[in-house]
């Protein structure tokens, strides 16, 4: 007889809340890229996060990539879209009813070795940056690399001036010692956009309790993200099992430094292409053609926050993980664009 009014209690919380997805993949030439950010509006989430810069991209095609998104979030202006300076920019697109759009990169290597990029970077939009998307690049190792050294020197002046301009230090993807380099080293809290709990699901791209408590001791958050082969061992993405894995977080630390990194695959035929012809990227606990990946979709999240109220959530505790989290991290660490 509860789960009527409960689901009622739900859709109107998530449509109160202010939801911040933190990463949402946005490579050149994606499939299905001019359907998917509607029904992101249409499911109530009002940021998300967009993927401009990878690992495999160099200066020039990333460079190349963001002109083309700024000048289709710039056209698109009039339709509901705003792009992101600052966290008051998230808060105007939801009281306009618009989808507020932010850039980040997933990996270092955009930068071509030059850390003056940063800067160059923030000012164009990228508000946060992981240093290594699974494999060493000049910066750390990845997350699938089987040394685990650490930050190089560059990787360690990255740091230095991503503080120095705002731009929030990303430890996804990244190998185990250097999020812990990561985390120590960084004069503001950091945070692992899209990265669930090694002890519920033992895959390498999980994160291990000793690094979960050493983010969340700095002030830092974790990001839980949609994709099946991180969230359950039967590789499947349901609403109860990206629960499962926000829960674990709270329960160790907190639900304050607990948020969403969706992650969501809209182009799934591309990255199962992707994962088959870049096995070292992708060398273990990856779905093959014969078990196709499973995604959370936008739809689902609004089942995620009412499985949050059926377990006891508070309001507050359910608005900071679907976005309050974020927007209090983001204008401690984001700067006004011309300080860099």
């Known amino acids: 007889m509860l789960a009527e009014p409960r689901t009622r209690d739900a859709a109107e ?7 911040c997805d933190l990463t949402l993949p946005w490579g050149p030439g994606y499939a299905n890229q001019d359907r ?8 109530g989430i009002d940021f998300v996060s967009l993927t401009l810069g990878l690992d495999r991209m160099s200066l020039e095609q990333t460079i190349r990539h963001i002109a083309a998104e700024r000048a289709r979030f710039a056209g698109l202006a009039g339709d509901g879209y705003v792009m992101v300076e600052t966290v008051d920019d998230i808060l105007a697109a939801k009281r306009d009813g618009k989808l507020a759009v ?3 990169f997933q990996g270092s290597n955009p930068l071509a070795g030059d ?6 970077y923030y000012r164009l939009g990228i508000r ?7 494999q060493r690049n000049m910066a750390a190792d990845g997350c699938h690399e089987d040394s685990d050294c650490g930050l190089s020197r560059f ?3 990255l740091v230095r001036e991503m503080n120095r301009v705002g731009m929030i230090v990303d430890c996804t993807h990244t190998g185990y010692r250097s999020t812990m380099d990561l985390i120590e080293l960084s004069a503001d809290p950091v945070m692992f956009s899209h990265s669930n709990a090694h002890a519920l699901v033992g895959h390498d791209r999980n994160i291990r309790d000793d690094q979960i408590r050493a983010c969340a001791a700095r ?8 994709i099946g082969h991180f969230l359950s061992d039967e590789m499947q993405a349901t609403p109860a099992a990206m629960f499962r894995h926000i829960d674990y977080m709270v329960q160790m630390v907190g639900w304050q430094h607990v948020c969403l990194g969706v992650d969501h695959v809209y182009y799934a035929d591309q990255m199962a292409e992707r994962r088959a012809a870049n096995p070292d990227t992708f060398p273990r606990g990856y779905p093959t053609g014969s078990k196709p990946a499973s995604y959370i979709q936008p739809e689902d ?7 949050m109220l059926d377990h006891g959530y508070d309001e507050a505790a359910v608005r900071g993980i679907l976005g309050q989290n974020f927007l209090d991290l983001a204008r401690k660490v984001w700067k006004p664009v011309g300080i860099a």
């Open 128 to 134: 946060h940056m992981l240093l290594a998307y699974n």
């Open 115 to 120: 850390p003056k990029m940063v800067a160059l």
């Open 13 to 19: 919380l998530h449509r109160q809340a202010t939801i």
């Open 155 to 157: 990787g360690k002046t």
């Open 102 to 104: 932010g850039f980040h």
């Open 301 to 307: 999240v609004v089942q995620v926050t009412a499985a």
């Open 219 to 226: 002030g830092g958050l974790i990001g839980i993200n949609g």
């Open 36 to 43: 998917i950010l509607q029904r992101f509006r249409a499911s």
